[in-house]
């Protein structure tokens, strides 16, 4: 009886899901499956590649009808973004979540509306059976790898340190702050002054113009959350006569191009990568989990770590 049960639960659920597909599943009766992704916004080199690699992978040559929203880093409208996906009745949403708090009702909306949702790169605090699957990085171990760098660097010499974080609210500046704090724990690096940047260059300019209008040349060290907010800062370094890496020492997190050409030129001493590359294996996971496989919570890309001589080597082959 059971087993009958089963069976027929089994086939009620193949039927749903072919007439969800045949109804549109977002209006394609084309067999293309209709994907939303809600991104963050466009705020950095890293978010540039990830959109990229998103959208190469859900081409409609691999099966894919894509709904793209970039909602420019403003949580309330990658929210509207996500329930407007979920009125157009797709087949499965991605989101990269701008900040980890407030996703509790919309996520409950989308399950309620039999919609499966996968989440890449950013990570978000509610409960994990809201969502079928996250891919993307260890932020943490990120931050602790530059903080193990800067450690290394300075030792017990007094330092004084600036940092810029990311977006108030994300993943990965909570993240980032928090393994990088561990790991210099017992050295003699000082915070002077810490403020978000946003992740964006503009940002990183212009909060560290204001750095260098109260430290001046007391700051020793940059911990930059992102290259972006980092190549920002050097704009604003070398506009107050300041040679950055030499006279004040930079790490910063993602190894995109222009990071690795500064790590190269020497204005950056030290890079964490953060691979956004993620686009075939979200594609992968969306398949399964309409397939009715069933997925691990969490999968961790690994990042490696830079200095200059590698990104010398390293900067011709680099595919973003
Ligand atoms: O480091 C930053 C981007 O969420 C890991 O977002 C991502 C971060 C990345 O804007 O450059």
Redesign the pocket.
Known sequence: MKKILATVAVAAAALAGLSGCAAGGGGSDDGLITVGFAQ?GS??G??SANTESMKAAFSEENGFNLVFNAADNKPEAQIAAVRSFINQGVDAIVIAPIVEDGWDDVLQEAKDAGIPVVLE??TLTSSDDLYASWVG?D?TREGERAGEWAAKEFGDTPTNMVVLE?TTG?A?ANDRAEGFAKAIEGSGIVTLDSQTGN?TRADGKTVMEGFLQKYGSDIDLLYAH?D?MALGAIEAIKAAGLQPGVDIKIVS??AVHDGMQALADGEINHIVE?NPLLGDQVAELVKKVLAGDTLEKAYIVDDGEFDQADAIELLPTRPY
């Open positions: 963050t705020e950095s890293w978010r790169d950013r990085l932020f990311g994300s990965p992740f992102n972006d997190i993602d953060c």
